[in-house]
């Protein structure tokens, strides 16, 4: 095989789309859930009135969560104008005085302020020696996953067991949270990974979200239901990329040569306060978050 050209094995099923993604799945009975999400991170359900919901051709059920309110229907539009007929009272609690501006201030601050160090320099005090001090910020924005194919999970609660269908990056991770969220051992929950419409990391994370939601209501409901995200859902409430703030003191000489490099890197870790924290986070640093820099391969 090795030296020889070879021919991707799905892609005639790809292009003549027989390929079945999560999207796709079909089961007997099978019922479709959206959710209504939070308007700020953080937030939970005051109170809800549901009684235009069940007025919608096709709507069977409303199911309350720890994070919004499901609305299951026979099919996706039923489902979605279900939704929008839904009458939401929210606390907002503290997520609601975040804003991006606020948060680029404080990470501004905090960048001038010692922190823990990821790489020391062979001198720290070069930058005093220098004829001359650059100093830049640049700022990376929360960044929305936004796959092509919107998050979708397909779950059949049968009492003692289940089974999952969906496009995971993460299985063992979402088999266990699954399990948990419906009160089932491990080895009754069978998941089935499908091929998925782009990933980029927003169908691994440490929560599970999208799958534990879908557990939820599918245990509630009693019904083979798939549970979607809608574009709309994905951008606005999404599992983002964090925002980060780098700080650089760059030390020149005369000829314009580099002799001095600082950087101070803020923003929040991926692995703080997950199962990947003990090999993630040393002494407060999460490897990810200073990755090409901690261990970069120039010489500088």
């Known amino acids: 095989v090795i030296g020889k050209p070879t021919r991707r094995l799905d892609a005639a099923e790809r292009v003549d789309a027989k390929t079945v993604f999560g999207m796709d799945v079909k089961r007997p009975n099978l019922h479709t859930a959206l959710v209504a999400h939070p308007p700020v991170f953080g937030a939970k359900v005051k109170s809800f009135d549901a009684s235009k919901v069940n007025a919608v051709a096709g709507v069977t059920h409303v199911v309350q969560l720890a994070n919004g309110v499901a609305v ?100 063992t991770v979402d088999q266990g949270a699954a399990a948990k969220a419906m009160g089932l051992a491990p080895d009754k929950v069978k998941l089935n990974t499908l091929p998925a419409g782009g990933g980029f990391g927003r169908r691994a994370n440490p929560t599970s979200d999208y799958v534990v939601e879908a557990c939820e209501i599918a245990k509630a409901a009693k019904v083979p239901v798939k549970t979607v995200w809608t574009r709309e859902d994905d951008i606005r409430r ?63």
């Open 72 to 171: 299951v229907a026979k099919n996706c539009w039923a489902a979605k104008k279900g939704r929008d007929a839904l009458e939401i009272q929210w606390d907002l609690g503290p997520g609601a005085q975040l804003s991006t501006e606020g948060l680029r201030k404080e990470y501004g601050e905090l960048a001038m302020r010692p922190g823990p160090m990821a790489r020391k320099a062979a001198d720290p005090a070069a930058i005093k020696g220098a004829a001359k001090t650059v100093v830049a910020e640049y700022e990376v924005p929360f960044l929305a996953h936004a796959p092509m194919e919107p998050l979708n999970c397909t779950v059949e609660y049968r009492g003692d067991s289940a089974e999952i269908w969906c496009g995971s990056q993460f299985q």
């Open 238 to 300: 999404g599992y983002y990329r964090p925002m980060y703030v780098h700080r650089v003191e760059a030390g020149l000489d005369a000829k314009g040569a580099i002799v001095a490099w600082n950087h101070a890197i803020v923003g929040q870790s991926i692995g703080t306060g997950t199962a990947f924290e003990g090999f993630l986070v040393t002494e407060g640093i999460d490897e990810t978050s200073v990755e090409a820099v901690s261990d970069t391969p120039f010489d500088i």
